[in-house]
């Protein structure tokens, strides 16, 4: 049976914040019910009878309430993933003695269930009561950052229950410093490059518009919902950055997460599976038919690109071959799809991700070598506007006839028409 996961929670509360975050480095899906304090619904005053405050999570229809024990109740429940609080009894006991200095601060007040005790003072009072406010402030994040150390997260090399825990009041900062007319990162320089080192998940892909590859790349990040940003490459003056990135083949498609260069668009797409889980699962966790997945998505990079390149680029008895084999390929991948509405069955795998760019290409194939593709092989084509019925997959394709006219321009430039 299917997991039930709830969270009755509030947008701008760092509670309900720590939550949120917990649930994403788990990858675990929920829904979001989002509640007004000041009239609180039937389900809130149920799931929390005794302080009658978000955030509640509520899984399988039991009630789990307080942030800091919603958050480890998350780490115990979902342990494979992203484990938040150390196994060590004493490093244990150090994670929760942090989180609970940084609620020891805290008012569950309606005006300030979102906000620290001596930040939310700040913002509320004025005078000498603020002055104090900011003082008190600066000398509780200053032991945060002894705490912090030269550690890049206070859980070491990975975000964990500390990090949870005060993170969320980091988009609470500009607020303070604006009402308290004061600089957070003049005093406290370590701790404010340690939440902008959380707060960042940098993801830009180097990409080629009409590129079967990088569309697989596109594809695999609307997938898993991954904002990024989008540069766009030319192939015939590549960028320092590309060439910096991928000095190996010096080719698109190049993922940089956090400064880092994947490249090789299956590599890319594997890696975006594992690195992104929670949501769309590409590959299988079972280790044959992950296998198997990966097998025809290499098939699709040995024998479809090869034939459908020669399809477009040569002529005479060589094109009339090329055809044939194309032909051949995509039949040997119908046998392989069988009777399933996808390659990964009721959804989107990885063999559909590696596949359905080269989609928007079939109509170049079809032109240059004068013939149909739907008329030898009818259920992919079927397939194949299944997957386009995804915006994930139509948004990151583009029109079939903008890539016949690119493909002429090429011919055009290198002499074959």
Known sequence: MAEEVVLLDLLPSAFGMRVRIALALKGVKYEFKEEDLWDKSPLLLKMNPVYKMIPVL????????????????????????????PSDPYQRAQAMFWADFIDKKASFSVLSSFMHHWAKKVCMAKGEEQETAKKELIECLKLLEGELGDKPYFGGEN?????????????????????????????????????????????VLLDFWPSAFAMRV???????????????????????????????????????????????????????????????????????????????????????????????????????????????CLKVLEGELGDKPYFGGENLGFVDVALVPFYCWFYSYETCGNFSIEAECPTLIGWAKRCMEKESVSNSLPDEHKVYRYLLQVKKRIGIE
């Open 58 to 85: 509520i899984h399988n229809g039991n009630p789990i309430s307080e942030s800091l024990i919603i958050v480890q109740y998350i780490d115990e429940v979902w342990k494979d993933e992203s484990p938040l609080l």
């Open 218 to 328: 596109r594809i695999a990040l609307a997938l898993k919902g991954i904002k990024y940003e989008n540069k766009l490459e030319d192939l015939r003056d590549k960028s320092p950055l590309l060439l910096k990135m991928n000095p190996v083949h010096k080719k698109i498609p190049v993922l940089i997460h956090n400064g880092k260069p994947i490249c090789e668009s299956l590599i890319i797409v594997q890696y975006i599976d594992d690195v992104w889980k929670g949501e769309s699962p590409l590959l299988s966790s079972d280790p044959y038919q992950r296998a198997q997945a990966l097998f025809w998505a290499d098939f699709v990079d040995k024998k479809i690109c090869n034939w459908a390149r020669k399809v477009c680029m040569t002529k005479g008895e060589e094109q009339e071959t090329a055809k044939k084999e194309l032909i051949e």
């Open 159 to 203: 975000l964990g229950f500390v990090d949870v825990a005060l993170v969320p009041f980091y988009c609470w900062f500009y607020a303070y410093e604006t009402c308290g007319n004061f600089s957070i990162e003049a005093e406290c320089p370590t701790v404010v490059a340690w939440g902008s080192v959380s707060m960042a998940d940098e993801v």
